[in-house]
């Protein structure tokens, strides 16, 4: 059974950084895609950034050029480096692997505010 554990969340000003960490246990942790997911109160959950089993990036205009996602195939782990955060970055951030229909943790509160 894939179980995906957030950490990193919590409260910042805007224009400051956070790195959140998603520890993976439970199957091979190099054949899944991972991905960093988001949902404000009433919004959808968004995707915010994937990674591929090969290392392939992609990340929602929102958040291109400010976020970054990698991933530790050793550690069974996949990061997400968030930087120049905005008020608009509140969300729960959630950890998926194997897209929408695979793996959800638990998720992990982020807070932007002054």
């Known amino acids: 059974q894939v179980r995906l554990v957030e950490s990193g969340g919590g409260l910042v000003q805007p224009g400051g950084s956070l790195r959140l960490s998603c520890r993976f246990s439970g199957a091979i942790f190099s054949i899944y895609a991972m991905g960093w997911y988001r949902q404000a109160p009433g919004k959808e959950r968004d995707l915010v950034a994937a990674i591929s089993r090969d290392g392939s990036i992609s990340y929602s205009d929102a958040v291109k050029g400010r976020f970054t996602i990698s991933r530790d195939n050793a550690k069974n782990t996949v990061d997400l480096q968030m930087n120049s955060l905005k008020v608009e970055d509140t969300a729960v951030y959630y950890c998926?692997?194997?897209?929408?229909?695979?793996?959800w943790g638990q998720g992990t509160q982020v807070t932007v505010s002054s």
């Open positions: 998926n692997a194997g897209g929408p229909r695979g793996f």
